[in-house]
């Protein structure tokens, strides 16, 4: 079936360095990839996404990149800050539609 | 404008209940989506439903789980003699139009633990 990876499953950074997750998949028909953040016991809160007619998206501290030969995309976050540290999940539809697969989440903590 | 809605946060069923999930989509929302997510896993499409149409329920386990979303009232999950595999946190989601593309909005979650 298809699949998304994702690494690492744990990253610590000090404050201020910069943290990057790292996603591949598996369907070549994908075509939209959001990025959600989820605090211990919360809801994931989608904090950036983007869609196959473009390599980069920015949005304040947050990047994300797409390389579709590849198949993967990865999420920057610049000078972190200690209200960074959750789990963040990458995801991916299905062939252009509305099933998103997910991956197995990174959890990031960023050490004052 | 409220986000999702699911009720309860918390539920704590003993083997053999029944447990029923509720989801109200975002204002405006016809479309809902349920994800069940076990520790340290990612989320997992169970079902797509729009108001009265079960639009495709291929991530849910073909015995004991129903879904529904009545024209009137929230979106139920429903799981019937749960066991304790069934203990997770469910998501629900909605969105404004069919997610291709489309931006999903998670509730809270319901954590359900079975005895």
């Known amino acids: 079936g298809e699949n998304v990876e994702q690494h690492p499953s744990t990253l610590s950074v000090q404050e201020g360095d910069s943290a990057v997750i790292k996603c591949t998949y598996s369907d070549s028909a994908s075509n939209y990839f959001p990025w959600y953040k989820q605090e211990l016991g919360k809801r994931p809160q989608l904090i950036i996404d983007i869609r196959s007619n473009v390599g980069e998206k920015k949005d304040q501290r947050i990047a994300v990149t797409l390389n579709k030969t590849a198949k993967h995309f990865s999420l920057h976050i610049t000078e972190t800050q200690p209200e960074d540290s959750a789990v963040y999940f990458c995801?991916?539809?299905?062939?252009?539609?509305?099933?998103?697969?997910f991956g197995t989440g990174t959890r990031l903590k960023v050490l004052a | 404008n409220a986000g999702v809605m699911q009720n309860p946060r918390h539920l704590v069923r003993r083997r053999g209940q029944e447990a029923r999930l509720r989801c109200s989509p975002m204002?405006?929302?016809?479309?809902v989506y349920w994800y069940r997510q076990l520790p340290e896993e990612g989320l997992k499409f169970m079902v797509y439903?729009?108001?009265?149409?079960?639009?495709?329920e291929s991530g849910m386990p073909k015995e004991r789980f129903s879904a529904e979303f009545p024209k009137e009232g929230p979106s139920i999950l429903r799981i019937q003699q749960v066991v304790r595999g069934d203990s997770a946190a469910y998501f629900c989601a909605s969105s404004l139009r069919r997610a291709t593309n489309e931006k999903l909005f998670f509730g809270s979650g319901t954590q359900l633990s079975v005895l």
């Open positions: 204002k405006g929302h016809s479309h």
């Open positions: 439903l729009q108001k009265e149409n079960i639009i495709d």
């Open positions: 995801a991916a539809d299905t062939s252009g539609t509305y099933k998103y697969i």
